[in-house]
């Protein structure tokens, strides 16, 4: 079994390798991007090249200031707000963990039978200063 100090070196090193790799690649596919030819009114492009096939899509990323949406929801109201935009439910992790732990079975089951939980790990290194 390899030792946790060697492993910890070698998971900085491959992060290192790994982050400028990254860099590397968005520089690349936003270059390539950038030549693309996209046909009138499509959002992707795709091309043979070198002996590779390529394919470029473009996309268009949303994001919105809750407090001006709740402003924008009050200004148009219910009935045309609610056509326009669609509800995400989150849980208040606090709260949900006290619901489960202490509410009726009746009550709890149907919130549990919704949930799927996925658990996973993060490992991060860095040189110590």
């Known amino acids: 079994m390899e030792s946790i100090e060697s492993l910890v070196g070698e998971h900085f090193a491959l992060k290192s390798q790994i982050d400028e790799l990254k ?3 968005a520089e690349v596919s936003e270059a390539i991007a950038k030549q693309a030819v996209f046909p009138e009114g499509k959002n992707t492009a795709n091309a043979s090249i070198a002996g590779y096939k390529v394919k470029v899509q473009r996309k268009t990323t949303y994001s ?3 407090d001006k949406l ?3 929801r009050l ?3 219910d009935e045309t707000y609610l056509r326009l935009f669609r509800y995400k439910w ?3 992790k606090k709260a949900l963990d006290g ?3 202490n509410a009726p079975e009746t009550q709890k089951r149907p919130v549990e039978n919704a949930l ?3 658990k996973s790990f993060s490992v991060s290194t860095e040189p110590e200063a």
Do not use: I
Request: hydrophobic fraction near 45%.
């Open 64 to 66: 919105w200031d809750q």
């Open 75 to 77: 200004a148009l109201g």
């Open 99 to 101: 619901f489960l732990a």
């Open 116 to 118: 799927t939980v996925k």
């Open 90 to 92: 989150e849980h208040n």
């Open 23 to 25: 860099s590397r690649l």
């Open 70 to 72: 709740n402003n924008a």
